[in-house]
């Protein structure tokens, strides 16, 4: 949801798909900062690529569990460590 906000809204202002994407993913890495410096790069990157997915796909569900699978495989590898 907050991508699908995010980069209509980024889209719409910039008048570039491109723009809005890159901004979005930004945004969400931004908003990962208390991660730190390198985990917040990551996640943007990670925030690109859903983004792609949801403008490929024209839905933000197949990005919703992407990112819930990258979530979840992520906590049971701390788990199982």
């Not at 990157?45 to 699978?69: D, E, K, N, Y």
Request: proline share 1%; glycine share 12%; net charge positive.
């Amino acid at each position: 949801m907050f991508r699908g906000y995010l980069q209509g809204q980024f889209t719409a202002w910039t008048g570039s798909a491109y723009a809005g994407l890159v901004l979005q993913a930004l945004v969400f890495g931004l908003a990962h900062g208390y991660q730190g410096a390198r985990l917040m790069t990551v996640i943007a990157v990670f925030g690109c690529l859903f983004g792609l997915l949801a403008q490929w796909r024209q839905s933000l569900r197949p990005g919703m569990i992407a990112h819930f699978l990258q979530d979840a495989s992520a906590v049971l590898l701390t788990l199982h460590r």
